[in-house]
C-alpha cells in the first residue's frame, strides 16, 4: 500500500508455492477484510494447481497418472487435462520440441525429486522407445489412458497455468489493474490505474547474478521466459539445463541463453518458451514466423549477448 492513484491504492501480495514465490502488484480499493479474502482465493488456485500437476507430491494427479498402468482408465480433474490439452497442442505444433512425455528424462537428470543425475537411470531412459506422446494417450471425457508406458511432466506450462487462474480469480473480485507474477511467467491485467502499461524486466541471462537486460511494457498480456541461466548444475566444465530435448533424450544444449514469448495465455506463453528454447535459434525463428509468435531469443556469443526478435522486438 505504497502509493495512491485516484482513489485506488497499490497492494502488493505475495506468497510461497511450487518451490517459489508468487506475487501480485494491484491497483485498487480494497478493504483489509477483501484483501484477506483475495489473498486466500490466490493461495488456493495455488494450491489446487501444485496438488494436481506436482512432480514432487505423492499425491499429486500428475503421478496417479504416472503410476497408473497402461491400458487402465483413470478419471481426471478438467484443469489438469486442459492443461495436458494445451502441452499436446504444442507438442504437435513444435514437432515434440515441447514435449509433456518427457519425465523419465527430468527425473533422471536429477531434475525431479531425485537430487543428482543417475547415470544407470539416464542409460536406461535413453535407450527405451520413446513414442510420440500424442499417440499413446487416449482421451473419453474426464477419463484418460495410456497405452505403452510413459511419464508425464507439466513443469514447463503448469506455472504459466496457474498465472491464467490467478488473473482469473482477480477478475472476479472485480480488480482491473494487476501484474501477477509466478516465477518467470507473468501477465499484466489492464493497465496501471494511472494508465500507463505494466513494466516488465527482461533479465540478462547471466548466471549466479540478476541482471536488468531490458524492459518490456505490457498490458492485457502474458509473458513468460525460459532460459538456462536459473535451473541447472555444473557437470564438470558444462552447465546442465533443466529444459529436456525429446530428440538428443537429454538436457538442452545449443546457443540459445533465454527464450522471452508473448502471448494472450500465459499458459501459452509458458510452453511456447520452452519449445523455442529447444528448438534453438535457427529452427525455432522458422517456426515461430511460420505460426505468428512474439519472441525474443538471447543468444550467446562469446562474452556478449545477440537479441533476435519478432513482432514487439523486430530491429
Not at 154 to 178: E, N, P, S, W, Y
Not at 182 to 211: K, M, N, T
Request: hydrophobic share 45%; aromatic share 6%; net charge neutral.
Amino acid at each position: 500500500m505504497s502509493k495512491t492513484c485516484s482513489n485506488f491504492q497499490r497492494l502488493h501480495l505475495h506468497g510461497p508455492t511450487m518451490g517459489t514465490r508468487w506475487s501480485v502488484t494491484l491497483d485498487a480499493a480494497l478493504s483489509s477484510q477483501q484483501q484477506t479474502a483475495l489473498h486466500q482465493d490466490l493461495a488456493a488456485v495455488l494450491e489446487r494447481v501444485d496438488r494436481q500437476m506436482s512432480p514432487f507430491r505423492a499425491d499429486s494427479d500428475l503421478l496417479r497418472c504416472n503410476c497408473t498402468p497402461p491400458g487402465q482408465w483413470l478419471e481426471l480433474p478438467p484443469e489438469f487435462l486442459q492443461v495436458l490439452d494445451c502441452a499436446l497442442e504444442v507438442c504437435r505444433l513444435s514437432e515434440g520440441a515441447f514435449d509433456p512425455g518427457v519425465g523419465d528424462l527430468v527425473q533422471a537428470w536429477g531434475f525431479g525429486s531425485a537430487s543428482a543425475p543417475d547415470p544407470a537411470a539416464i542409460g536406461h531412459a535413453q535407450q527405451q522407445p520413446r513414442p510420440v506422446t500424442w499417440e499413446i494417450l487416449e482421451r473419453q471425457g474426464s477419463r484418460l489412458r495410456k497405452q505403452a508406458p510413459i511419464a508425464l511432466d507439466l513443469c514447463g506450462i503448469a506455472k504459466g497455468f496457474a498465472v491464467d487462474l490467478m488473473t482469473a480469480k482477480l477478475r472476479q473480485h472485480g480488480i482491473q489493474h494487476a501484474l501477477v507474477a509466478l516465477d518467470g511467467e507473468l501477465y499484466a491485467l489492464g493497465s496501471q490505474a494511472s494508465g500507463h502499461a505494466w513494466p516488465v524486466a527482461i533479465e540478462s541471462p547471466e548466471p549466479g547474478r540478476r541482471a536488468l537486460h531490458g524492459v518490456v511494457e505490457l498490458q492485457d498480456t502474458a509473458v513468460a521466459t525460459s532460459g538456462d541461466y536459473r535451473h541447472y548444475f555444473t557437470l564438470g566444465n558444462t552447465r546442465i539445463a533443466h529444459s529436456m530435448d525429446r530428440q538428443r533424450r537429454a538436457p538442452v544444449r545449443n546457443d540459445v541463453a533465454s527464450v522471452t514469448v508473448l502471448a494472450c495465455s500465459c499458459m501459452w506463453a509458458d510452453a511456447w518458451a520452452t519449445a523455442l528454447l529447444v528448438l534453438g535459434s535457427n529452427a525455432g525463428l522458422a517456426l515461430a514466423q511460420r505460426l505468428g509468435l512474439e519472441a525474443l531469443w538471447l543468444l550467446r556469443r562469446g562474452n556478449a549477448w545477440v537479441e533476435l526478435g519478432l513482432g514487439r522486438w523486430i530491429t
